[in-house]
C-alpha cells in the first residue's frame, strides 16, 4: 500500500495547444479509494495515464510514498492497471491470463499457483480457469482483468471506468463486489468513471474534474451537500440540484429571494452579510429532496401546479415551475400528487444555496433554520 500526490501535474500535447491537465493537485493516505469523475474529454483518463506513466507529464510531479516517481517507466511504478477493455489475451485461458505478469516478472511457479488460487477465489472465478475470454460474459471477463491486476499485489490500483460495457444490473452488482474487495484489501485505489452514483458509492474521496481542473475535491458527502460551484452542484445528484434564477430584492432592510409559480409568490428571506446582491445576477440551488409536501397542520410555503410526475417506485419526482424555471421535488409514493392537482410546497430553506450567476461560484454557507414548516423559515446566507 502506499500513499500518492500529484504536485502541479500539468500536460500538454504540443506548444500552442491548451493544456489537457491544468495544475492537479490531490493528495490520497494510504489505502484510501479516491474517485475521478467528470464529462468525457474533462482529462480523467489523461492523468490516470500519466499516474500509469503511459503518458508523459510535462510539468510537476507524481510522488509514491514520498518518491518521485515522474521520469520512472510503467514496469517501475509498481502500479496495476484495469483498462476499460479488459485488454485481455484471447488466446489465454483465464489462469494464463491472471498469472502472465507474474511469469514476467520471474515469480516461481509455486507462488503463482497460490496466488492465482487467491485471487479467483476472491473474486469467484475459479470455476472460469480454463476457459478462454470469448467463452466469458462481461461481467466474467472484467473479473478477470481485476483478477489479473489483483495477482500482482501492488503498490496502487488503476481502474479506468472499468463497469462501463456492463449492464445496468451487473453494474450495480460489481459496484457491490469492488467495494468490498477494497474494504479487504485496503490498497489505495484511483478509479476513474463519469457515472457520479458510482463516485459517490465507492470512494473515500472524490476529485470533480471539469476542462483539465479539479472543481472540487472532498469526501461524497461535502461534495454533494457543499458544492463549490454551479458545475459540481449540477454534476453530483440525481435528479441533479434545482437552480431558480431569482433577483433579490430589499424588503424592510431585509434582502428577500422572490419565488413565484403560477398559484402565488413567496418572498424567501436571506441573509447576505458582506455580499452586495443588488449588483449580482443570482442562482437558488435547492435539491429535490430539499422540496416537501407541506405536512398536515405545516404553514404551506408556496403553492404551486402540477405539470409532470415521475414515479421511480421508493420516490415519485414531481415537476413544477418556479420563476419560470422547472423545478423537481421528490417525495414519497403515498405523498404523490396528480398531474394538474396544486401542491402545497415547502422548503428545507436550511439546506439552500446561493451562487454567483457570472462566475457559478457558491456565494452561500448554509443557515441555522427552523425545521420546514415552522414560523419564519427563513434562508440564511453568508457571502465568501
Keep these: ?211 483539465g481542473i479539479i472543481q472540487q475535491f472532498g469526501t461524497p458527502k461535502d461534495i454533494y451537500t457543499e458544492p463549490a460551484n454551479l458545475f459540481v452542484a449540477s454534476f453530483i445528484g440525481s435528479p441533479p440540484m434545482n437552480f431558480i434564477p431569482v433577483k433579490p430584492r430589499r424588503d424592510n432592510g431585509q434582502w428577500q429571494a422572490p419565488l413565484a409559480s403560477d398559484q402565488g409568490q413567496l418572498g424567501l428571506p436571506l441573509q447576505a452579510e458582506g455580499v452586495d446582491l443588488a449588483s449580482r445576477e443570482v442562482i437558488l440551488g435547492l435539491r429535490p429532496e430539499q422540496l416537501a409536501v407541506a405536512g398536515e397542520g405545516a404553514r404551506a410555503v408556496l403553492q404551486a401546479r402540477v405539470e409532470v410526475i415521475e414515479p421511480t417506485g421508493p420516490d415519485t419526482l414531481v415537476f413544477v415551475t418556479l420563476n419560470g424555471t422547472k423545478v423537481c421535488c421528490r417525495v414519497a409514493p403515498d405523498q404523490a400528487p396528480a398531474a394538474g392537482e396544486i401542491l402545497n410546497l415547502s422548503f428545507d430553506a436550511s439546506k439552500a444555496l446561493l451562487f454567483d450567476a457570472q462566475s457559478g461560484e457558491r456565494l452561500a454557507a448554509r443557515s441555522n433554520t427552523p425545521a420546514e414548516g415552522s414560523a419564519g423559515n427563513v434562508a440564511q446566507f453568508r457571502g465568501r
Excluded: W
Excluded at 10 to 19: E, I, R, V
Excluded at 157 to 184: G, I
Design 1 to 211: 500500500m502506499a500513499t500518492l500526490e500529484l504536485r502541479n501535474v500539468n500536460k500538454t500535447y504540443g506548444s500552442g495547444l491548451p493544456d489537457t491537465l491544468k495544475n492537479i493537485q490531490l493528495a490520497i493516505a494510504d489505502g484510501e479509494f479516491l474517485i475521478l469523475v467528470g464529462p468525457s474529454g474533462c482529462g480523467k483518463s489523461t492523468l490516470m495515464n500519466c499516474i500509469a506513466g503511459l503518458e508523459n507529464i510535462t510539468g510537476g510531479a507524481i510522488v509514491v510514498d514520498g518518491t518521485d516517481i515522474s521520469q520512472m517507466s510503467p514496469k517501475d511504478r509498481d502500479i496495476a492497471m484495469v483498462f476499460q477493455s479488459y485488454a485481455l489475451y484471447p488466446t489465454m485461458t483465464v489462469r494464463q491470463n491472471i498469472e502472465f505478469g507474474l511469469k514476467i516478472r520471474k515469480v516461481p511457479a509455486s507462488e503463482i499457483d497460490q496466488e492465482v488460487a487467491r485471487v479467483a477465489k476472491l473474486l469467484q472465478i475459479e470455476h472460469l480457469l480454463t476457459r478462454k475470454p470469448g467463452q466469458l460474459s462481461g461481467g466474467q471477463q472484467q473479473r478477470v482483468a481485476m483478477g489479473r491486476a489483483l495477482a500482482r499485489r501492488p503498490k496502487i490500483y488503476l481502474f479506468d471506468e472499468p463497469l462501463s460495457n456492463l449492464d445496468a444490473k451487473l453494474r450495480v452488482e460489481m459496484r457491490t463486489e469492488m467495494k468490498l474487495m477494497h474494504q479487504r484489501l485496503k490498497t489505495t485505489t484511483v478509479y476513474v468513471t463519469h457515472d457520479q452514483i458510482e463516485a459517490m458509492t465507492l470512494g473515500d474521496k472524490v476529485a470533480v474534474m471539469k476542462d
